[in-house]
């Protein structure tokens, strides 16, 4: 399904193969490197996932409570809790998940390749993919330790009695509100996509930025309308996953100073404009 999706919109996006094709920007890379710490960043997170019971803590250290057991909770996360929280939560965290995790990764990928198809560029779609992946495992490595070290309880256990929060379906998952890692994984997708189809200049970097910055807005407010993070913590989310989504492309992946011609998958010719005077010579033949 996701793979018929990403043809749609690629099939909905792209001009005919008729259209001009334009110079893009040739970026930094390191593949060896680049793929290490992608993987070695991934395997933090499975890591951490897979213990997590183990390394979670088991009690709040953010607590929003004083040393009287008085909520003192901020009036501006208070607020904005009563006012987006769901009467009935299912379905926020239902649609928070989809955005996040199918619909967040599955137009990075048709939008990107709309782009480098768009620009006749299809040879660079790989390593464009490959940069967006490392961004992305590194906001979710930065992401996962921050919530294991503040250890702030999240909004609906906040509410609950002492004897109602270890009885939670996840209590492992009870103190790890700040900050949203569904809103730092939708907004460095968005942003790591975006920064590099700009860097190269794409015709269709707008369509890129167009689709996924509002679809990693809408999964920060679902997770706050799902009552498990704080407007902070999904403030926090959108600003360092951005942070990370474009820092990561533009310091270690920015443009190598030259501009060059793509080619086409189809013909592997040049299809930039060239010198007026070079001489062409073609050879045809039939089997």
């Excluded at 909770?73 to 009563?82: F, I, S, W, Y």
Aim: glycine share 6%.
């Amino acid at each position: 399904m996701f793979v018929a999706a990403s043809l749609a919109a690629c099939a909905t996006t792209v001009p005919p193969r008729e259209a001009r094709a334009q110079a893009v920007y040739e970026l930094r890379r390191d593949i060896p490197v680049d793929v290490g710490v992608t993987v070695a960043a991934a395997a933090f997170m499975i890591i951490t996932e897979t213990y997590k019971d183990h390394l979670a803590p088991q009690m709040c250290r953010w607590c929003d409570f004083d040393g009287k057991g008085r909520d003192v909770l901020n009036p501006v996360d208070h607020g904005m809790r009563e006012l987006s929280r769901w009467k009935d939560n299912r379905p926020a965290l239902r649609i928070a998940d989809a955005t996040a995790f199918v619909l967040a990764p599955t137009a990075s990928i048709s939008t990107m390749m709309a782009a480098a198809i768009n620009d006749r560029a299809e040879i660079k779609y790989p390593t464009d993919m490959l940069l967006v992946l490392e961004a992305v495992a590194l906001a979710g490595v930065v992401n996962q330790a921050l919530k294991f070290t503040f250890a702030r309880e999240r909004p609906f256990v906040h509410v609950l009695t002492e004897d109602e929060k270890p009885r939670q379906s996840h209590p492992s998952d009870n103190n790890l509100s700040f900050y949203s890692g569904h809103t730092t994984l939708s907004f460095a997708i968005a942003t790591a996509s975006g920064t590099i189809a700009s860097l190269r200049d794409y015709r269709l970097k707008h369509l890129v930025w167009g689709t996924l910055v509002p679809m990693a807005a809408l999964t920060g407010f679902l997770r706050i309308a799902g009552d498990r993070h704080y407007f902070t913590d999904v403030l926090t989310g959108a600003v360092l996953g951005s942070a990370v989504g474009i820092l990561v492309p533009l310091v270690f992946h920015g443009r190598d100073g030259k501009d060059t011609v793509p080619f086409s998958t189809e013909d592997q010719t040049p299809v930039g404009p060239g010198p007026a005077s070079a001489p062409m010579v073609t050879i045809s033949g039939g089997f």
